[in-house]
């Protein structure tokens, strides 16, 4: 299944884990997105990152992802500050296609990790059957459905070969059938030893992924659990509110 | 409408003076635009992707060059190529190759700010997944291009339109020359003046017909280009 994805084992030099955040703070303007974050992501099972509309999560992806840059604070990669890493990788929230088809855009990837052009092929072949795109190879990837298109988003993404992968809301418009096949990749590359740090909107799914849960509300992280304590036993009112269901703003 | 059906006599008779002006007319335009768009597309792709100091007055520059009189260009490419010019030592005014540089100038700002506006608005697209892929200066530029090939296209052919018609640089630096550097637009001028109307017609005819037939061969490989790559 995992056949794919690499390990920690297979990645020479230095580990981009822990990732952390210093009392990392994001404005954009006069708006603070994010206020003094201060979180660890250490290696093991997925981080899921949980939290209302504009609360932060997809910023907080990019920031760790070293995308954007803290106005205050700062976030260290294994202990260095370079945020360009070929370590990590991630799937947006909106992932945008490559003007080629949908095995272009996988070979593209591929491409630019230095994988051989004979090896790309197999490869690309083998991730779009993992996500289940195979028979769409050669459609021009704009043209695919949204969730055909997050679902290539995500195997361009594990064709980076990545230590750490994000990923913001993966399975928003996906059916039933292919959340569950998300999930099963996303299990399996964990397993394989790559870290994966995940916003969803769905609780049942935090629930069935997570190792740990990052709480966020209005740019603040509220609370930081490892998954069994907080699903069954929150600390904060605004986590339990959440989880019953209740609207936190 | 005699003078219009000389003219297409004229045409179908292959008159071998009018099959070599139409042949230098293409190559000239043709090599033109290509050369151009050497210089064009590298420039266009620089200008939407670097920030400098000063980018904005090129770009607006730029833009604004795009309405070039050929006539000024014709005198400017005079100028450098006459024997007491700076380029006066290369020896081609009133060459074939003169007239591609003055077309090729004629052309780059459009060629370059149509190139600059299609690369920039893709950059801005791609620019959160190609820096999450880690992909570098030279890989983003090639990207840029490989994708936007089929709207570069048509920065091709704005820039032969320009080419294809303008009469002014030919004439100053070409000369006119009867089987050397003679074109379409300089001879239609000329036997206007002359009188020789049905000559004249027939060629016009000719120099739409070819521009129409380039647009038309392009416009059936982008659409097949798009059907493939979206
Ligand atoms: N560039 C920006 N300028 C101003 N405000 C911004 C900018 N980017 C994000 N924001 C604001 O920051 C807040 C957090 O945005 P973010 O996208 O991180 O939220 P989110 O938790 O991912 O939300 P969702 O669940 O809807 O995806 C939002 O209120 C958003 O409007
Ligand atoms: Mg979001």
Redesign the pocket.
Known sequence: MANFVRGERMHGGMSDLPIAFERATVR??A?T?LDEITLTVSPGAPTLLI?P???????LIKLGMGLIDASEGRVTWGGRTNAASPRRAMVF?RPIMLRRSAVANIEYALASRGVSRGEQARRADALLTQVGLRHLKDRPARRLSGGEQQRLALARALACDPEVLFLD?PTASLDPASTKAVEDIVRATADAGVKVVM?S?DLGQAKRLAGDVVF?VRGRVAEQARSAQFFVAPATPEAKAFLRGDLVI | MSEGASALELIFSGDSDLYSIVGLSLYVSLSAVALAAVVGFPLGAFLALVNFPGRSFVVVVLNAFMGLPPVVVGLAVFLLLSRSGPLGFLGILFTPRAMIVAQALLVLPIIAALARQTIEDLWTEYRDELTAMRIGPAGRVATLLYDARFSLMTTLLAGFGRAAAEVGTVMIVGGNIDGFTRTMTTAIALETSKGDLPLAMGLGIVLISLVIAVNGIAWGVRRYGELRAG
């Open positions: 954009a303007g708006v997105i939290g509309n504009g609360s932060g999560k997809s910023t929230q809301e916003a909107h966020l």
